[in-house]
């Protein structure tokens, strides 16, 4: 995928005269960090977060903190890293802030010491399975979802559970049919299915459903949306819900499923570098993301799903809990556990298996 950026429509000299004021309730010394983001006048992002979904959130915070231009690059979850790490090691200038929705290669990053220290002041609005040690913070609440050709599979083919998946896709009808992210080049892709390996007891039932289907792998879920939306594949595995959700409410062609015996949840995670040249932008912009006003916008206008509960609205936690119910949700915590499978010998045992049952032709 090409890296793309996008400039927020902020020019320095118009906006000279603006002051930003500190939010409401926020702690009287804040301004220290507001008049400090304004004098760095800029913020690099690094995000794996499509540009038309960040729009909106990119627009209002430069309406909150005129004067600080936003240099957003849109990018998938595996460049984002490999980019990162690269720029970092050859000592350039990079991301003042990362944000991704592969969660283990967020984690670890910030693990191994790239994350600056930062208690954000909305930090006790989210809850604890979505920050780690004051420097990685989750800020979504978005699921892992089928999604089928609702013109092509039945309404009662459409499967509930992991195991009802498993089953339909061995049907003759689904072989060449199935689709799913390529877990060798996806980062959120391989942190789902390793998700999957930990949660499902009968994963490997599902990888050689996957063998027998001969599962046919991307590595966005917009390709995999228009191939279903067309009728070249007629069902995809954990795709992005948010996504998702939102294409099938214009797409007659799309339908979602939401499995009922568990649904991973994954929050899209961000931290500043420990090298961000403007840091204190990057303060503002942690704390406008995981803010009720950031979060509204996420939920209403970005579609991603708010991780704040005291936000209202289709897409947020609230509402999805409700409808998956509270025992079948397992968010992918923010946490140093999710890269068990990232270490070079389990990651590629993992990729043997996979290549051995699901990627079997």
Same mark, same amino acid.
């Given at each position: ?9 902020? !020019?320095?000299?118009?906006? *000279? ?12 010394? &804040? ?5 400090? *983001?304004?004098?760095?006048?800029? #913020? ?6 499509? $540009?038309?979904?960040?729009? =909106? !959130? ?25 980019? &990162? ?23 670890? !990053? ?16 989210? =809850? ?17 979802? @089928? ?32 689709? %799913?992210?390529? @877990? ?12 999957? *390996?930990? +949660? ?5 039932? !599902? ?20 191939? @279903?939306?067309?009728? +070249? ?11 998702? #959700? ?41 704390? &406008? ?27 947020? $936690?609230?509402?999805? %809990? ?21 270490? =070079? ?17």
């Amino acid at each position: 995928m090409i890296s793309k950026t996008m400039m927020a429509a902020a !020019l320095a000299g118009t906006f *000279a005269t603006a002051f930003a004021q500190v939010p409401a309730g926020y702690p009287a010394d &804040y301004q220290k960090i507001v008049d400090a *983001a304004k004098k760095e006048g800029k #913020l690099v992002v690094y995000a794996a977060t499509d $540009s038309k979904a960040a729009a =909106p !959130l990119i627009k209002d915070f430069n309406a909150l903190y005129p004067g600080v231009t936003v240099e957003y690059h849109d990018m998938n979850s595996t460049e984002v890293y490999n980019r &990162y790490i690269s720029e970092v090691a050859a000592g350039g200038t990079t991301a003042d802030v990362m944000w991704s929705s592969a969660m283990d290669l967020q984690m670890r !990053l910030a693990s191994d010491g790239y994350a600056l220290k930062y208690k954000s002041v909305e930090a006790s609005k989210i =809850p604890g399975w979505a920050m780690w040690e004051d420097q990685a913070y989750g800020t979504t609440f978005e699921p892992a979802a @089928i999604v089928y050709n609702k013109r092509l599979v039945d309404p009662k083919e459409v499967p509930t559970t992991h195991a009802e998946f498993a089953a339909l896709i061995q049907q003759p009808k689904f072989k060449d049919k199935v689709t %799913t992210y390529d @877990i060798e080049k996806s980062g959120i892709g391989f942190m789902f299915m390793t998700q999957d *390996a930990r +949660e499902n007891a009968k994963f490997i039932d !599902l990888e050689n459903a996957f063998g027998v289907a001969r599962v046919r792998v991307q590595s966005s879920t917009g390709t995999m949306m228009e191939r @279903i939306s067309s009728g +070249e594949n007629l069902i995809g595995y954990n795709m992005l819900g948010s996504y998702a #959700l939102v294409r099938a409410k214009t797409d007659p062609s799309i339908g979602v499923s939401l499995t009922k015996d568990y649904t991973l949840i994954m929050s899209r995670v961000q931290f500043i570098s420990k090298t961000a040249k403007n840091a204190n932008a990057g303060k503002l912009w942690i704390d &406008y993301i995981l803010s009720q006003r950031g979060q509204t916008i996420i939920a209403n206008d970005s579609k991603l799903f708010a991780i704040r509960a005291d936000v209202k609205g289709e897409t947020t $936690s609230a509402e999805l %809990t409700k409808l998956i119910g509270a025992n079948n949700i397992k968010p992918v915590p923010v946490h140093p556990i999710v890269l068990q499978f990232l270490g =070079p010998a389990k990651r590629m045992a993992f990729l043997k298996q996979w290549k051995e049952t699901a990627g079997k032709k």
